[in-house]
């Protein structure tokens, strides 16, 4: 069964610092692997994908994610963190035999500090 | 971007009564729409798949006559919430695909249902 993992809760990082937001995954068949944003009391925002190609991929505000395939990872990275990117974070994978359905991570709570 | 507008976005009512929230892709006909759960701090859980012009597809636990799904056009899908009751209090979000696998899901903005 497809199931995506994110390891933490929480993710504290001081402002101007790179931040990492872990995400693993477990699929059959090819990974359609995304990142969204969610802001309190708002729906998703999405942020970036992976669908095939360069394994490094660039997204909205500055963020990015690294496909690596041999361990099953797509953690979400920016350099330099700001204190408008607290937030809660979503890794989702969608099974690549033809649904559209979304599999969602637990969530990780970003927090920035000034 | 493409937009899904969910309305409304909050909403408060009384035990026994039901509610219908709409989820409306603008500017793109949307083969499939979702509805999730999401409670306090935790994670989305799917309720079910609605195709236009299909029943919805539930997941497994989600009572389909408890809350029911209308898919009545390519862009609007609507979630009843019937004889709702205090426990069905929780924040709802829609989002919508064009059916194509190689493009991301749109979320609406979510409603806070408040049952009292």
């Known amino acids: 069964a497809q199931s995506v993992a994110q390891p933490e809760d929480q993710v504290n990082v001081a402002e101007g610092n790179p931040l990492t937001v872990k995400c693993t995954y477990s699929?059959?068949?090819?990974?359609?692997l995304f990142w969204y944003v969610q802001y309190p009391n708002r729906g998703l925002q999405f942020l970036l994908k992976y669908i095939t190609g360069d394994n490094l991929v660039k997204g909205s505000y500055g963020f990015e994610a690294e496909f690596n395939k041999s361990q099953t990872s797509f953690h979400l990275k920016k350099p330099s963190a700001l204190v408008s990117d607290s937030a809660l974070y979503f890794c989702a994978v969608r099974d690549g035999r033809g649904t559209d359905k979304l599999i969602f991570g637990t969530g990780t709570r970003l927090q920035v500090f000034p | 971007g493409a937009v899904v507008s969910q309305h409304p976005s909050w909403v408060i009512c009384k035990s026994g009564t039901s509610v219908k929230i709409e989820c409306r892709s603008l500017?793109?006909?949307?083969?499939?729409m979702f509805w999730y759960r999401q409670f306090p701090k935790q994670s989305l859980m799917l309720m079910a798949t609605?195709?236009?012009?299909?029943?919805?597809?539930?997941e497994q636990g989600v009572e389909k006559d408890k809350f029911l799904i209308n898919h009545a056009s390519l862009t609007l899908s609507t979630l009843t919430v019937t004889s709702a009751h205090p426990e069905d209090s929780s924040f709802y979000i829609c989002s919508a695909t064009r059916g194509d696998p190689n493009t991301e899901a749109f979320f609406g903005q979510g409603t806070r249902l408040t049952v009292v």
């Open positions: 699929v059959s068949g090819n990974p359609y």
């Open positions: 500017d793109f006909q949307a083969t499939t």
């Open positions: 609605s195709n236009e012009g299909s029943k919805a597809t539930y």
